[in-house]
Structure formats: structure tokens, C-alpha cells
């Protein structure tokens, strides 16, 4: 089964700091996504990246960047975190994802204060 | 734009009931619809992925169908157990990156 794994379950961050996101693939998978759930939100797309060191934004990436130096690796950076990015985290990976689908982590809470 | 409806939000049944569960897509030209779980403060798990050729999936007891023509999927749950409460979510693949997902239907399977 491929796995995706995120570092953590639950943080709590200060406002202003640099957060890292990490999420970790060990299935070879060329896209991997980042996005946020809010209640009455959804899932939101904040940046996929379809290869390495490639990357597109998604649907609100503002306060966001994100890092893919290795195939099974991708993080999101908030450079100064704000409490409206409280948020539950979701990273997900996929091979051919108009096919094959997405496979998603176990997802990471953030809780800014 | 593609949109992704789910309905009812919520849905609460006695344990054994068969359920059906709907997500209705605005947009025909869809590539793949997957469905997916949520537990309270999880991930997302993967439960059927249904590809635009096809008109149903079958795992254990779940059956997804998707009529692209009326644009509906359904997910059927028989024989329902207290362990299904959850939320289910729908999302529909208009192609390359682009994912739509439902806002999902919270289950409560009453013992």
C-alpha cells in the first residue's frame, strides 16, 4: 500500500513564526498537494508540485511556499504564521491522478496563537 | 466551473440499515470520481475510485456507481455498522490537477 506520512498530527505555533510542513511519499509518486480544511470550506488546493523542483499554486497560496528538493518529499512553509492559518493540514501524493486518484496523509492540525 | 454537491450534509441510521449516499457534479467531462472517508480529525482514506470508462467499483460492503450522463455518483453502504460513522467524501477529476471535492456527509450508524 502507499504510504503518506506527515511529521506531525498537532502543532501549536506563535504567530509570526516560520512553520515547516513535512510530508513524505514512499510510493515513487511524480504529483504530490498540499491543502487545507476549514469547516464550511473544504478541501483547499494550496500548491501541488507535478516533479521535482516544480511547483504550482494552487487555489490560495498566499502565506504559503512550499519545497520539493526530493521525488518523496514536500513540504509547505508558512514564512510567518497568522491565526487564520489555523487550519487542518492535508498532503496528499498520486501517480496519473486523472486515473488513478490521490492518496492522502493522516494530516497535520496547526493551531496558531 | 465544476461544482461537487453532496447530499444529505448529515444522515444518522440504525445499525443493518443499507444506505445510500449522493454526490451530484455539474460537469460531465469528468475523468475519475473517488470516494473517500474521514474520520474525526484524520486524513482522508481512499475507499473506491471509479475511472470515467467505467459504472461502478465494488469493495467488501461498498458499490460506487457514477452516471456521468445525469451527473451523479452514488456510494451504497449495506448492511451498515456502528465503525462506518464517519464523513464521506466525493471528489471528481476534471483532468490533470484538477480536483473538485464535495463538502461530504457526516454518518452516524446508531448500535
Known amino acids: 500500500d502507499v504510504k503518506v506520512t506527515q511529521s506531525s498530527r498537532y502543532l501549536v505555533k506563535r504567530t509570526g513564526e516560520k512553520v515547516f510542513l513535512e510530508c513524505v511519499q514512499d510510493m515513487d509518486h511524480e504529483n504530490m498537494f498540499w491543502y487545507r480544511q476549514d469547516p464550511g470550506l473544504g478541501l483547499r488546493l494550496i500548491y501541488f508540485?507535478?516533479?521535482?523542483?516544480?511547483?504550482e499554486k494552487g487555489d490560495i497560496p498566499e502565506g504559503y511556499s512550499v519545497s520539493r528538493e526530493k521525488k518523496e518529499r514536500f513540504s509547505l512553509i508558512l514564512e510567518s504564521a497568522s491565526t487564520n492559518q489555523t487550519s487542518m493540514y492535508l498532503c496528499?501524493?498520486?501517480?496519473?491522478?486523472?486515473?488513478?486518484?490521490?492518496?492522502f496523509g493522516s494530516g497535520t492540525r496547526l493551531t496558531v496563537v | 466551473k465544476q461544482e461537487v454537491t453532496q447530499i444529505p450534509a448529515a444522515l444518522s441510521v440504525p445499525e443493518g440499515e443499507n444506505l445510500v449516499l449522493n454526490c451530484s457534479f455539474t460537469?460531465?467531462?469528468?475523468?475519475?470520481l473517488q470516494w473517500f472517508r474521514q474520520d474525526p480529525g484524520k486524513g482522508l482514506t481512499s475507499l473506491l475510485l471509479i475511472q470515467s470508462s467505467q459504472r461502478e467499483q465494488t469493495s467488501g460492503r461498498l458499490n460506487a456507481s457514477l452516471d456521468k450522463s445525469s451527473g451523479r455518483s452514488t456510494l451504497y453502504i449495506a448492511a451498515s455498522q456502528p465503525g462506518d460513522s464517519a464523513t464521506y467524501l466525493c471528489?471528481?477529476?476534471?483532468?490533470?490537477?484538477?480536483?473538485?471535492f464535495g463538502a461530504g456527509t457526516r454518518l452516524f450508524v446508531k448500535a
Open positions: 460537469d460531465s467531462a469528468i475523468y475519475n
Open positions: 471528489a471528481g477529476n476534471t483532468g490533470g490537477f484538477k480536483t473538485i
Open positions: 508540485s507535478y516533479d521535482v523542483k516544480m511547483k
Open positions: 496528499a501524493s498520486g501517480f496519473d491522478t486523472a486515473n488513478y486518484g490521490y492518496t
